[in-house]
């Protein structure tokens, strides 16, 4: 996967990441066991470790792969929990649409946030920032609210209903447990990088880059973007791609989508017909 401009200053727009707390410990080697369990009667060593340092490493990666690209059970089997921190309040609606997971999030109903803006607990996105312009009227708007936030509490109004004044770039952190199957599904959803990588972006490749390096770098196929999954996968978001190309929506361009047009054989004044693509 390409990086991308979504992961530039992500420190300084307070960008969302993913940090790894605890996983299946050998999850490959887990759902190979099971696989193998259910295709025989019996006989086969149950011991993680056992296939780890007995079983080809090739033949290991052979049964990952047909398995992800099967509706089998197995990647169940296996199971991640990590938490996202400086997430913003609309990226966590989206985090837990995926309602396949566990999730637990901080209340603003019981934690006071007085000093928000002035330590900077909230996104800034790419169309904003380095803009001066954009960034004074925004945080400026930041503070505003945090103002208006601390005079409401100081008139006696509860942290629940005072909280209706901050929006929903103001960051706070979730934590998600979620078997590898549902993970592959999110994945499915979120690895586009045109459908809200403002957010997913620097979230999946701190995620993939932890598993990769701690648990198994054959987990890293599983961010891939749906048009990279097989041969012939279609982009599932052709008509927004071609209006980045094109200039007529100024969100970044996807970095791989003239690689799909190649891939593919599709050319770019093709897919825009189809599509009905046009200026806004």
């Known amino acids: 996967m390409s990086e991308s401009k979504y992961l530039e200053n992500t420190v300084e727009r307070r960008a969302p990441r993913a940090v790894l707390v605890d996983w299946t410990r050998f999850p490959v080697e887990t759902i190979h066991i099971a696989w193998q369990q259910a295709k025989k009667r019996g006989g086969y060593n149950l011991d993680p470790q056992w296939v780890r340092d007995n079983v080809p490493r090739t033949q290991l990666e052979d049964s990952f792969r047909e398995i992800m690209g099967d509706f089998s059970p197995c990647?169940?089997?296996?199971?991640?929990?990590?938490?996202?921190?400086?997430?913003?309040?609309?990226?966590?609606?989206?985090?837990?649409?995926?309602?396949?997971?566990?999730?637990?999030?901080?209340?603003?109903?019981?934690?006071?946030?007085?000093?928000?803006?002035?330590?900077?607990?909230?996104?800034?996105?790419?169309?904003?920032?380095?803009?001066?312009?954009?960034?004074?009227?925004?945080?400026?708007?930041?503070?505003?609210?945090?103002?208006?936030y601390n005079s409401l509490v100081n008139l006696g109004v509860p942290f629940e209903d005072a909280r209706g004044v901050i929006g929903l770039h103001f960051n706070t952190q979730v934590m998600v447990a979620v078997k590898l199957r549902d993970l592959m599904g999110m994945m499915q959803e979120r690895s586009?990088?045109?459908?809200?990588?403002?957010?997913?972006?620097?979230?999946?490749?701190?995620?993939?880059?932890?598993?990769?390096?701690?648990?198994?770098?054959?987990?890293?196929?599983?961010?891939?973007?749906?048009?990279?999954?097989?041969?012939?996968?279609?982009?599932?978001?052709?008509?927004?791609?071609?209006?980045?190309?094109?200039?007529?929506?100024?969100?970044?361009?996807?970095?791989?989508?003239?690689?799909?047009?190649?891939?593919?054989?599709?050319?770019?004044?093709?897919?825009?017909?189809?599509?009905?693509?046009?200026?806004?």
């Open 192 to 280: 586009c990088y045109i459908l809200q990588h403002e957010y997913w972006h620097p979230v999946l490749f701190s995620l993939r880059d932890q598993l990769v390096e701690k648990v198994d770098p054959l987990l890293g196929e599983i961010f891939l973007p749906p048009c990279k999954r097989r041969k012939n996968a279609r982009c599932v978001s052709e008509r927004e791609a071609v209006m980045r190309e094109k200039g007529w929506d100024t969100n970044p361009k996807c970095p791989i989508f003239p690689d799909w047009l190649e891939r593919t054989g599709r050319t770019m004044d093709q897919v825009q017909k189809e599509t009905y693509a046009e200026p806004l």
């Open 75 to 148: 990647p169940e089997f296996a199971q991640i929990s990590f938490v996202i921190e400086n997430c913003p309040r609309a990226l966590l609606d989206q985090v837990v649409r995926h309602r396949q997971g566990s999730f637990f999030v901080p209340s603003m109903r019981l934690i006071s946030c007085p000093t928000f803006a002035d330590d900077g607990t909230y996104f800034v996105p790419t169309s904003i920032y380095g803009y001066p312009e954009r960034e004074a009227l925004y945080n400026g708007a930041m503070k505003a609210a945090q103002n208006a």
